[in-house]
């Protein structure tokens, strides 16, 4: 039976335990980042521009080994903070510094994680700042090995992560690639951006895990000939902002997407289409194994009849295009659906209600997102929304404007709300 690990992310964050969007769930928030021996010291230094840019307060220790790769001075510059590297130091708070910092962590990155640092994590040794630091900390804590492929693929080093892993740190595996001593293999720090995006998981419940999400993302186009095209403004925005959230609540996303400028999120499969039979193709061939199917692009609802093989050149003062209607992919996965939880979109400009509750039947939905387009605080290009969602009972649940990030993890609460009633047989309102 699906159970929910954890209270509802959108309950959390509104409760007052945290008020800021997913966007910048760690704004304002005190961030420990650990760094130990390793070449790959100077990635942290990334990891923690990105932490502070995202309007984290960052402090770093540092074990002596790491100061050989990287000098305390560019973590002090770029933190604006001293940086933990002694444990015995000059100054009336330097033997108690390991216990305040640890109090005050709300979250803690050790990157890299040495085979060193990973074996006294995981037999509580405590003989420098991080290790001693690491024995007081309760916040949430992200490891992030990163060595020779061998060292990494070793029995010590894998039954010390699998303690780690028991004792309930997050592990972020590394990635496979050349390394420094010449060897190919796992055992390369992930990119900081992956790492970071990583990091945003450990603040939100693992509510998802072992469920498969299929994700729609983007604009399709339609060629007339191949330098014009028929399409739409989708930024892709929305659909990336819930195919993270997924991720980051747990599930296994496929994102499949147009053409948009946004980067590939982490820890999601992305599959890129550009015409709405490609798309069609895509999410048919995934629909089967999904248990939710969310579909936030924006697929164009006809294409030119016939595409020309090359340039149209200026001739007539006037053409006429012929158009047809392209496939319908969502009233196909509403005809098809069985177990899966289906959830649509209407970006509409007028009759919000009346169009998105005339979609939702005819496709067979079990929740569409409405919102009207034009807005410069909600619809296409923006990072804000205010949507309304209606589901299959007749009920609905308006949104104020929000971040989408938001709005992706409300709507996946609505989600999880939909399959245990499912999974209990509660026959109740869609939003009590």
Known sequence: MFQVARPAFARWVLSGKNTTMMKNAIKSKNVILGVSGGIAAYKSVEILRLLTQAGASVRVIMTQSAQWFVGALTFEALSGQPVFKEMFQEGRDASIRHIDWAQAADGVIIAPATAN??????????????????????????????????????KAVQRNLDTLRS???????????????????????????????????????????????????????????????????????????????????????????????????????TISVRTADEMADVVFQQFEKADVIVKAAAVSDYGPQESADHKIKKGKREIVLRLKQTEDILKALGRQKTHQVLVGFAAETRDLEQNATQKLTEKNLDIIVGNLVGSAESGFKTDTNAVTFFF????????????????????????????????????GPEKE
């Open 117 to 154: 640092m990973i074996g006294k994590l995981a037999h509580a040794i405590a003989d420098d700042p991080l290790s001693t630091f690491m024995l007081a900390v309760t916040a949430p804590v992200l490891i992030c090995p990163s060595m020779n492929s061998h060292m990494y693929a070793s």
């Open 167 to 269: 004792d309930g740190y997050f592990v972020m595996e590394p990635v496979s690639g050349d390394l420094a001593c010449g060897t190919t293999g796992p055992g390369r720090l992930p990119d900081p951006e992956a790492i970071v995006d990583r990091f945003l998981s450990c603040f939100v419940p693992n509510d998802l895990a072992g469920k498969k999400f299929v994700v729609t993302a983007g604009p399709t186009i339609e060629p007339i000939d191949p330098v014009r095209f028929i399409s739409n403004p989708s930024s892709g925005k929305m659909g990336f902002a819930v195919a993270r959230a997924a991720a980051h609540r747990g599930a296994d996303v496929t994102l499949i997407t147009g053409p948009t400028h946004l980067p590939d999120p982490a820890n999601v499969t």
């Open 392 to 427: 299959s009972d007749g009920s609905k649940e308006s949104l104020p404007t929000m971040e989408k990030e938001m709005v992706a993890h409300i709507l996946l609460d609505r989600i999880i709300e939909k399959m245990l009633r499912s999974a209990t047989g509660h026959k």
